[in-house]
Nanobody, 125 residues
Framework: QVQLVESGGGLVRPGGSLRLSCAAS????????IGWFRQAPGKEREGVAC???????YYADSVKGRFTMSSDSASHTMFLQMNSLKPDDTAIYYC???????????????????WGQGTQVTVSS
């Protein structure tokens, strides 16, 4: 059974940092792309970042230079390091997994079959 479990969300002040984790189980990470999406109140869910099985990473323009995605194959855990956080980053963050090599079409929801339940990130003073 495929499972993706996010953790690490919370309340942080503008300019602060958080590290989100996504623990994956039930599928081969060497044949999956793992993405992070977020959804703010009243807005569409949007792609934030993706990491391929080869370790290539892709980011939305809004987070480039501030967010970094990485993975630890030994523990089947992916991370999203978020620095210089802004109030606009406030959202529920979802980890997602999609079959196949590479992060092609990574920012589209249809690329992925499996979703975690999300973790809340709030950036506020």
């Amino acid at each position: 059974q495929v499972q993706l479990v996010e953790s690490g969300g919370g309340l942080v002040r503008p300019g602060g940092s958080l590290r989100l984790s996504c623990a994956a189980s039930g599928f081969r990470l060497d044949y999956y792309a793992i993405g992070w999406f977020r959804q703010a109140p009243g807005k569409e869910r949007e792609g934030v970042a993706c990491i391929s099985s080869d370790g290539d990473t892709y980011y939305a323009d809004s987070v480039k230079g501030r967010f970094t995605m990485s993975s630890d194959s030994a523990s089947h855990t992916m991370f999203l390091q978020m620095n210089s956080l802004k109030p606009d980053d406030t959202a529920i963050y979802y980890c997602t997994g999609g079959t196949g090599y590479g992060c092609h079409n990574w920012s589209f929801r249809y690329r992925y079959e499996h979703w975690g339940q999300g973790t809340q990130v709030t950036v506020s003073s």
